[in-house]
């Protein structure tokens, strides 16, 4: 991270997840915002990943779709507090 800082991080995060690669922009998304909690694209990478993965899911696992839906409401209300 202190490498290449936060917003190459998010912009590599965001072709990953354009790619098709939601677990991984997810992992970088986490990466930068384990540097700074309220970074607003590191947020936004990390909320628009967790709805590609519920997307992908199809809603047939309860639990896997509950634990999505749940982070997505906690992103969405960090995204309005910043």
């Known amino acids: ?6 917003e190459a991080v998010v912009q ?15 992992l970088l998304a986490e990466a930068a915002l384990a540097h700074d909690q309220s970074h607003r694209p ?4 990390s909320l628009d990943a967790h709805r590609a993965l519920l997307a992908r ?4 696992n309860f639990w ?10 906690k992103l969405e209300d960090r995204l309005l507090r910043c």
Not at 1 to 6: P, S
Not at 13 to 19: K, S, T, V
Not at 64 to 73: C, N, T
């Open 57 to 60: 899911s199809g809603a047939i």
């Open 64 to 73: 896997e779709s509950g634990r999505l839906k749940d982070q997505i409401k």
């Open 42 to 45: 590191a947020l936004q990478l």
């Open 12 to 26: 590599r995060g965001q072709a990953r997840l354009a790619a098709g690669d939601p677990e991984t922009a997810l």
């Open 1 to 6: 991270m202190e490498l290449a800082g936060a």
